[in-house]
């Protein structure tokens, strides 16, 4: 097994990363086949020997049932071994069109299990072969017939290179090799991408992260449910735990594999795909924005990003009162097979001609009331030209435009613990995502609303989501949660975007960053909200929510100051939270708005 010298103290940083990360991975393969993509890759399933034929096998909810004569028609696979540079064997199913050949080449490296569809394996396979592509899906190392010690994504930057270039190699091939990937699959492909092997020409990404880092502890909060919640169900110890709760500092470990540090070496175009409610929404956002607008050569202004209302499992289904299904909602199904024909095989199909950016505006989306508001907006890049405008806090609790002009104006709060605010919607993987409805969380004196008057016009917006805040604690830490929701006319609360930041990050991630806050001084606290495109409706009102807690999507700060992850007698304590909003701490949420709306 390879091993990541960080020096002392890097043991604990480098089990931190690799639960967090597998335990992602592994609450992924657990909900099943994501919802916004054509191509899936297989839940987990051990595959079966052939056998005599046998009742129609029970189908992933993205395949179309298959009657027995649907499925011997499937193509049909060779497994293949390869070695990698350190002498190990990975194995692949190599599914081959007809013809002589040779063929160009789309590869998929899966932590799933490349067997796990048994005899339906051809139907994700089917559709490139019909278009005389040959299909390569390869277990990682460490998983399925591959032979190795599985380390979540540690390997998967040298074991893609590798492949990418045995694949270019082999007879049955013309040399030109493309990867495609879905959430894990896309953080494998982005590997590969970043270390550059010759022959690969080009990737298609859906929804996958661009820093594991800031993607598990955004704000430097962990993701409680998305992570410790499915690391307990699994039985792992209190000091596993511990080590994935402690993991919220910078360190070499992290930026080994980040696309932040490594991305510049990436030379060659690429397709993000991605969803608004999506837990990696920053992810394929800011990797097509960064290689579009500042990538190397090969990778510069041959970016293409398609966004759509999606969860990385749907919208909350019958939680949620809100639903896009317009036109535009989901990627077409010939959209990547496009991306292949003028990337692998040559045909000017015209596809590099079309704006870089497509994405689907979200508005109001009421269950059978669908607005004419939500559609396809097209843009020549991402964001969009946008004015970033900024909505202050004041003290009737209405959101305005305009500077506050009050020399003092604050408003405190109780924050306990042992009663956070509950989680509703929003960009979730194990629990409920999408728009739900935030009027159950009720009127709390510690979740606080802000405003506008109702809307006398359409506000659209499209692009990346800032908020200021100028706060102060009683304590030496905590944290506090934004949101951005729309206001309907009947009441209906739909989050947009959420996040939080947690105080002792304020000033950043690195370890000289971290600092407690003095108890009672207001400091200015920057929340990253990530990205989206909506429009707030005439008619409706824009809200600003204001809280310390979102469980169990975050996990709860105790306020003690004391370090994450280490074993502590002191007892959480209630803190005083205080929100400020006068003329010298203008708090603000910055919205980039369209003018005039499209």
């Known amino acids: 097994m390879r091993k990541t010298q960080l020096g002392a103290g890097s043991t604990k940083r480098t089990a931190a990363y690799r639960l967090s990360i597998r335990s992602l991975i592994m609450a992924i393969a657990a909900i099943g086949p994501l919802a916004i993509s054509t191509w899936t890759p297989a839940s987990a399933q051990a595959q079966s020997a052939p056998a005599a034929p046998k009742p129609v096998q029970a189908r992933p909810r993205f395949m179309p049932q298959l009657t027995p004569e649907q499925i011997a028609a499937l193509p049909k696979w060779t497994e293949m071994t390869m070695t990698t540079r350190d002498g190990v064997k990975l194995a692949a199913n190599v599914f081959l069109p007809t013809g002589g050949g040779p063929f160009p080449v789309v590869l998929s490296r899966t932590p799933y299990l490349k067997d796990a569809l048994g005899d339906l394996a051809g139907y994700s396979a089917k559709k490139y072969t019909d278009a005389g592509l040959a299909f390569v899906m390869q277990d990682v190392r460490g998983k399925g017939h591959s032979e190795g010690f599985y380390e979540a994504f540690v390997p998967d930057l040298e074991d893609g290179y590798d492949t990418v270039e045995w694949a270019a190699k082999q007879p049955w091939s013309n040399g030109r090799v493309g990867m495609v990937g879905a959430s894990a699959l896309g953080i494998t492909t982005n590997l590969a991408a970043m270390a550059a092997p010759p022959h690969l020409i080009a990737a298609y990404v859906i929804v996958a992260p661009y820093d594991q880092l800031l993607n598990v502890y955004p704000g430097g909060v962990l993701k409680d449910e998305d992570t410790l919640g499915w690391l307990k169900g699994q039985g792992e110890t209190q000091a596993q735990l511990d080590a994935v709760s402690g993991g919220a500092v910078n360190s070499a470990f992290w930026n080994e594999h980040a696309m932040t540090s490594q991305r510049k070496f990436i030379r060659i175009p690429m397709y993000n795909q991605g969803a608004w409610y999506d837990i990696f929404n920053d992810g394929n956002v800011e990797n097509f924005r960064w290689l579009q607008n500042f990538g190397s050569k090969g990778a510069r202004g041959n970016q293409k990003l398609y966004m759509v209302p999606a969860g990385h ?90 500077l506050p002009t009050a020399p003092d104006a604050k408003i405190s709060y109780k924050f306990d613990p042992a009663n956070p605010v509950k989680t509703y919607g929003g960009s979730n993987l194990l629990q409920t995502a999408g728009p739900l409805d935030q009027r159950p969380i009720g009127r709390r004196q510690d979740y606080l609303r802000f405003e506008t008057p109702v809307l006398n016009q359409d506000v659209a917006i499209a692009g990346h989501v800032d908020m200021t805040l100028w706060a102060a604690t009683d304590g030496l830490d905590t944290d506090f949660m934004v949101k951005l929701v729309d206001v309907y ?70 306020n003690t100051g004391e370090p994450f992850g280490v074993a502590t007698g002191t007892a959480p304590r209630a803190a005083t939270n205080t929100i400020y909003f006068d003329k010298r701490h203008p708090s603000a949420m910055i919205l980039p708005v369209l003018k005039p709306a499209p």
């Open 313 to 402: 499992g749907g919208l909350g289904a019958e939680k949620s009162d809100v639903e896009y299904n317009q036109p535009g909602a989901t990627v077409p199904a010939t959209e990547e097979m496009r991306w292949w024909e003028y990337w692998l095989k040559g045909t000017d199909n015209g596809i590099m001609k079309e704006p870089p950016v497509t994405l689907f505006m979200m508005a109001a989306g009421r269950k059978g009331h669908p607005s004419a508001a939500s559609h396809v907006f097209k843009s020549p890049n991402w964001p969009p030209a946008n004015h970033p405008t900024a909505y202050y806090l004041s003290g009737d609790m209405h959101l305005s435009t305009k």
């Open 489 to 558: 006319p009947d009441g209906y609360e739909q989050i947009i975007l959420d996040n939080p930041i947690r105080t002792r990050y304020r000033h950043g991630r690195d370890p000289d960053d971290v600092a407690l806050m003095t108890p009672g001084r207001p400091e200015e606290l920057h929340i990253d909200l990530w990205n989206t495109a909506f429009t707030f409706e005439k008619g409706h009102k824009i809200q600003v929510t204001v809280t310390s807690s979102n469980a169990t999507k975050f996990e709860i700060n105790p």
